[in-house]
């Protein structure tokens, strides 16, 4: 099945500074790929995602830049705000309606 | 995107006994799925309900510990049966093929079990 590597586990950055969280997938037929931000007792919150046909997207601070060759995927945060602290989940899927392979997760902390 | 329930939010249970997690979601969806998501971990897929037919187990899941129904394209189930302290965890709901969107999966605000 599949296998997700998130990286870094953890993550702290200063307010401003912008923040690069990295997944690495292993089954070359996957094709979409959405992030997760789940705040403390909350649950996942899709902010972003991209498919296979696509080598980047942005959405304001937000960027995911996908490298299909390397089988490998990030999220970039600029300009990052306290708000922003949370825990970050890749995630991995076929075509379709298929199941979704979650990375490990990581912990964003943005201080003021 | 789809607004999604789910019954009870939280539980505090005795081992050996069952609990029943409800899932309810505004619009039809074509596919629900339920996760489990231990403290300070990622989440992990116990299976996929399917309308009208038996769900899809994931490895390590297995249906007389985790009875899954869906009646219906808007509403199900997931039974933890037979508790001990192991299952403590959050249990998630999620939803796809509703009518924004196929594949992305949306998250139901998930049932804190706690087992004693």
């Known amino acids: 099945g599949e296998n997700v590597e998130q990286h870094p586990s953890t993550l702290s950055v200063q307010e401003g500074d912008s923040a690069v969280i990295k997944c690495t997938y292993s089954?070359?037929?996957?094709?979409?790929f959405p992030w997760y931000k789940q705040e403390l007792g909350k649950r996942p919150q899709l902010i972003i995602d991209i498919r296979s046909n696509v080598g980047e997207k942005k959405d304001q601070r937000i960027a995911v830049t996908l490298n299909k060759t390397a089988k490998h995927f990030s999220l970039h945060i600029t300009e990052t705000q306290p708000e922003d602290s949370a825990v970050y989940f890749c995630?991995?899927?076929?075509?379709?309606?298929?199941?979704?392979?979650f990375g490990k997760g990581t912990m964003l902390l943005v201080s003021p | 995107s789809a607004v999604i329930s789910q019954k009870p939010s939280r539980d505090i249970c005795q081992r050996g006994t069952s609990l029943t997690i409800q899932c309810q979601v505004d619009s039809q969806v074509t596919m629900m799925f339920w996760y489990r998501q231990q403290p300070g971990q990622s989440l992990t897929l116990i299976a996929t309900?399917?309308?009208?037919?038996?769900?899809?187990?994931e490895s390590g899941f297995v249906i007389d510990k985790f009875p899954i129904s869906r009646p219906n394209l808007t509403f199900s189930t997931l039974t933890v049966s037979n508790m001990s302290p192991e299952d403590s965890s959050i249990y998630l709901c999620s939803v796809s093929g509703g009518t924004s969107n196929t594949d992305t999966q949306y998250f139901g605000p998930g049932t804190r079990l706690t087992v004693l």
């Open positions: 995630a991995v899927g076929g075509s379709g309606y298929s199941t979704l392979t």
């Open positions: 309900a399917n309308q009208g037919s038996e769900a899809t187990y």
């Open positions: 089954d070359s037929a996957s094709n979409y």
